[in-house]
């Protein structure tokens, strides 16, 4: 199972210490380093010193790494015009060589919405708009150069855009979709999916999921695995349990929001969490991690974790 790191700067973290994780995790070989699309702490509390947004993040980061692969886990589609996406994530693209991933969703978190002002409508319109922005992004970055690109949707319109400029990786950057819905979210993952992810799930949840996706695909004539199916967990890793829970504290979050999210223990402990989502087809995990501050925690997973992974 391939190994990525999730983390969640909207807790509170500037660029710099975002920077120096994400270089300390090239150094590792970890494959991917992924970030929430946030701008207040979805956890509660001040969240200081607050947001970097994520694009500007990811573009810096994009020319202070090398290796390991960036991106969004995920983008609200309400955050930014699709138009805009487009540029911005292309302009990454390029400026990593080539490393960006782009998880792109419905939005969840209402109070975020309220309190900068954007759009907040019932989850159907929500996924109206983001079927929409799927399909102009990839609109644009297929429109041959010299062409220009014209969508007619309900929610979005575009009129002989250029579409450029055009990403580094082609056709385009691996698009994740993922979450926990039955019926549309399945469908837009097989109709514009490169990776579906399930995020801070059961075994039991995580493999129905899986198993939803894969009929949408095989529906849509699609094979079913030409798409990259991944997990994400919330984990808190020591050489003894007790240390394990230490982290969770020095995070300061709670032993049970943990555990209901992902596991704190030991190693072992966490192989054995890991296999058992791997036994239900996850290829890749993402390691969300709390306090990205502490790098002897990266240090001890990459040690005793990756190679078993």
Known sequence: MELRLQIEPQFGATYEQQLTFTRA?????????????????????????????????????????????LGTLVTSVHFRAPGLLAVSAAQVDEMSGGRLEIGIGAGWFEREHVAFGFPFPPIGERLDRLEEQIE??????????????????????????????????QPHPPIICGGYGTRRTP?????????????????AATAEQFQR???????????PDTLVYSASTTVSVGATTAEAHRRVEAAGATLEEVNQLGIAGTPAEVIEHLHAR??????R????????????????IAAEIMPHA
């Open 213 to 223: 996706v894969r009929a949408a695909c095989e529906e849509l004539g699609r094979d």
């Open 285 to 300: 995990c993402y390691l969300r991690v709390l306090d990205i501050t502490d790098l002897d925690h990266l240090a001890l």
């Open 187 to 203: 469908s837009l993952t097989a109709r514009f999916a490169d990776e579906f992810n399930i995020g801070l799930a059961g075994v």
């Open 136 to 169: 102009i992004l990839t609109g644009m970055w297929a429109t041959p150069v010299g062409e220009t690109f014209t969508f007619t949707g309900r929610h979005y319109q575009l009129e002989d855009c250029p579409g450029l400029p055009k990403p580094f990786q």
């Open 278 to 283: 791997a036994e239900v087809g996850a290829q």
């Open 25 to 69: 995790a090239e150094e590792l070989g970890f494959a991917a380093m992924l970030r929430a699309d946030h701008f207040v702490n979805t956890a509660g509390g001040d969240g200081l010193p607050g947001p970097t947004d994520a694009w500007v993040t990811l573009g810096a980061l994009a020319r202070e790494t090398t290796t390991i692969r």
